[in-house]
């Protein structure tokens, strides 16, 4: 799960679900935060942080 801010609250969050688990990802903090595929080098998100990735509920 990719658990993201949005621009309009302090209090809201983004989640979407991964299609890998949370240790394939890289997450790089910065003016704008990125999370990236190990296992391929895409780019999963780019924008506003904190990022953070966890297991969804249940798995």
């Known amino acids: ?3 993201t801010p949005v ?3 302090d209090e809201v969050q983004d ?3 991964l299609p ?3 240790g394939d990802y890289k ?3 910065g ?3 990125s ?3 190990l296992k391929d080098g895409a ?3 780019e924008g506003i942080g904190p990022v953070v990735i966890r297991r969804a509920n249940g798995a």
Do not use: D, G, I
């Open 1 to 3: 799960m990719l658990v």
């Open 7 to 9: 621009w309009y609250s």
């Open 15 to 17: 989640m979407r679900e």
């Open 20 to 22: 890998m688990a949370p």
């Open 27 to 29: 997450v790089t903090p």
């Open 31 to 33: 003016a704008r935060w």
């Open 35 to 37: 999370v990236t595929s």
């Open 43 to 45: 780019t999963v998100y």
